[in-house]
């Protein structure tokens, strides 16, 4: 053990994908690791206690968004932003540099950002890497992030190229100016999609001691293949021994080959965003519960998942929830999709620890991915590649087909051969008709 | 025990106050209760078992608009309103008739009322005794209402009996149509605020055999002092044996005062729908946190609460929620103000249980209501009408004002002897200032 705020210990890989455990202040969380985003201090519509129960041992917060309400002097008036959330495991903050580059009057140059705050009554703030040292020290998450220069996609190779090194030297500043000695301070490699850049980005990063770093300005509609090739030309220069986190990704399907990569952490708020307006994520893809065949659907989002959404409610209930606007609908549907993301990091984390990872990237995208997504990202004949009697992501169990279920009720049969869901089926398919 | 879908148990009186216990289909619940309401088979914001955390032995749910979505037939197919929304205890649907009737365009008769629904497309709907019937035996709540004349204060003399007289048909053609054996259907009493119409109603409403009685028509707007005197109007003619329900009401001093007058169930949508606009319930009155004052303020809602909210979190985070429109906000302040009415009514039975309901009424109101409060309902002279040493109500453990907290942190003193809330109130204390 060391001083660093920051311990990571990797157990084992298979193949490029690594198994770890990262501990900082507040705890410790098992890698690779989704982290749900609480963007406003809070994972939208869950309790604290709720999110604990999806299995997530860390939750990221937005340095942007805490700075406009309640500011960072009030969070760190009330103790900081674990007591002021309610949450006491750990916490990563961004450093609101994606946030105000995608404003559209920002003004950037070498000192920072200048741009006006909407909700403040348009009051204009120059955020510097120091000014966001400043706030993230005010908020006390155990991870805080550099604040780097995030370029558009597409991007220019020259301003791109700026970037790369403006990044940099405003990485020095961060470490500069970061104070707190129980704080994580990780750095950021930018490049866009150019390979020399991306190369270029990593060997100066890293040439920068710090506990760990991340791979930025990706995930901003480069798409899957681009995203993929991005991460190839930068992971392998990453540093072995330190936490890898890919930022803002993502899909299932992005995450799982991300992983495969060599990535340890992820954020994103998909599975919260897409749970606001009822798309459902199950091990058979993802389904929209607000759609008309789903108004008298007996069965749980996903038979097998055992979050207490799928326990107790059904997709007519949803249905009915989103459909009404009705809040606990939104929080049932985070509460799921949430669950199935730790779920699915769970699993992953199982295949590597077994050495089946490749077996399980190929199960869970064939069960996941639909035939046209499978075309589009090119995994055509996953079906010959293994062997589903060989991995831990229980594919035999999702008895319960995402569509058609209610017109096919009676054709469907339980192959489960767990006794909680079996019964759970028979007590479903046993509710009265009318 | 008989055939009957309830039975009711007085086990004490105090003066006219009542303590028993309702048995249904779905378990029992304590009386006086109190039922809140959950409108489209969810209490806005809160899961299921955060509901019964509060306390809360049944809930409310509304006909008219479960009848919109998802629909009668669906919640029918779907195995009942408990099995849909995950509510195993007991449920009371009302009738439909209330909202109706304040519809702007509803056209009544001997039918009926006829209107149209502003969801479906404008479908033209009749809703009738026998339609009411059908549509809450579809949903399957334990207890539920007949489809009664709802007349808005003020009313004409001449309205007002004639509303007494339809509701009295209408009641006979409830009984008659209602056929499922595991349901209790309560007659309604009407009246508005004539004394010999509350008198007439009571009568005619007593002569058919039921397992309950509520007295409606009240707090539509008529007042505090109205609504009890048109208590006292109706519930001395009522059946001694059978529950007693005043619909609609109210707030914590209606409640008290009507309890006081010999009511046993309440419903009311002011908990909920207070929280979420940011107004918290506490044992000293309520108060707005959305208030710029409490934006720093370090101390839960009531820190004699021992809810999840309390427990867990600040004015100042509940504060920030509510200003920025977070979900949790709403489910937080919910989750509050359901638990503080459910700690009055556990308080309220102790009192009667006690045979100290009067003193524990007077302190109360001296410590709930303001000022301004107690001379307007009259109870202008509290102080010396109880002794705070010998009631069950924790008067003695309000140790933080509801106002001024953030202001006058170091003047407040811990008075309260219980090791848990001062140990809470010291660790707040000690939160580091900037």
Redesign the interface.
Known sequence: MTDSPLQFELHTTDGRARRGKVTVPHGSFNTPAFMPVGT???V???????LRETGSEICLSNTYHLNI??GP??V????GLH????WDAPILTDSGGYQVFSLPKAKLDEEGVTFKFEQKGGKKITLTPEKSMQIQEDLGADIIMAFDVCVPHPCEYQDAREAVYRTIRWLERCKEAHSRKDQALFGIIQGSTYADLRALSTQLTREIDLPGYAIGGLSVGEGHELMMSSIDQTEPGMIKEKPRYLMGVGYPEDIVEAVARGIDMFDCVIPSRYARSGVAFTRRGRFRVTNARY??D?FPLDTNCNC?CCR???R??L???I??N???G???MTLHNVTFYQDMMRAIRMAIEEGSFEKFRQAFLDEYLSDDKKEELGFDDLDGRYDQEDFGWDVKHSVVPPTDIAENLEKTEPVDEVAGPRRRIEKIKN????
Do not use: C, Q, V
């Not at 939208?44 to 709720?50: I, Q, S, T, V, W």
């Not at 760190?76 to 103790?79: F, P």
């Not at 007591?83 to 309610?86: K, L, P």
């Open positions: 406003r201090a809070t939208k519509g869950l309790m604290p206690r709720d309400s309640p002097k009030i760190k008036k009330m103790g007591h002021f959330m309610g108004r008298s007996k207490y107790n409610f059904s007519a209930y249905n009915h929830l459909n009404t009705e809040i606990l939104s929080a049932l509710l009265g008709d009318d």
